[in-house]
Nanobody, 124 residues
Framework: QVQLVESGGGSVQAGGSLRLSCAAP????????MGWFRQALGKEREGVAAISSGGGSTYYADSVKGRFTISRDNGKNTVYLQMNSLKPEDTAMYYC?????????????????WGQGTQVTVSS
């Protein structure tokens, strides 16, 4: 059983920044693609950003382009999500996912392993 552990969430004012991390102790990330997803209260889970196994390709939801950056350090088995210029509408539980098994990079159903999530709250 692969366990993904997210960290770095918290509360911030609009315009602020947060950096999320996702680690998988004992699991080798380097051969799988990774993604960040979020789910706001009463809404469906949506893809935020994804990154290929080697880190050479990245994908973003239109709503976060230019503000969020996904990256990975395969030596540390960790993927990051740098979030800048945060908006109240970014408030959600953020989840890390690993091992894309489908075609769509930002489709939640295409990822095999999931973390428990970290809460991000942005106040106006």
């Amino acid at each position: 059983q692969v366990q993904l552990v997210e960290s770095g969430g918290g509360s911030v004012q609009a315009g602020g920044s947060l950096r999320l991390s996702c680690a998988a102790p004992g699991y080798t990330y380097s051969s799988v693609s990774m993604g960040w997803f979020r789910q706001a209260l009463g809404k469906e889970r949506e893809g935020v950003a994804a990154i290929s196994s080697g880190g050479g390709s990245t994908y973003y939801a239109d709503s976060v382009k230019g503000r969020f950056t996904i990256s990975r350090d395969n030596g540390k088995n960790t993927v990051y999500l740098q979030m800048n210029s945060l908006k109240p509408e970014d408030t959600a539980m953020y989840y890390c996912a690993a091992a894309r098994i489908g075609v769509g990079w930002l489709a939640p159903e295409n990822y095999r392993y999931w973390g428990q999530g970290t809460q991000v709250t942005v106040s106006s």
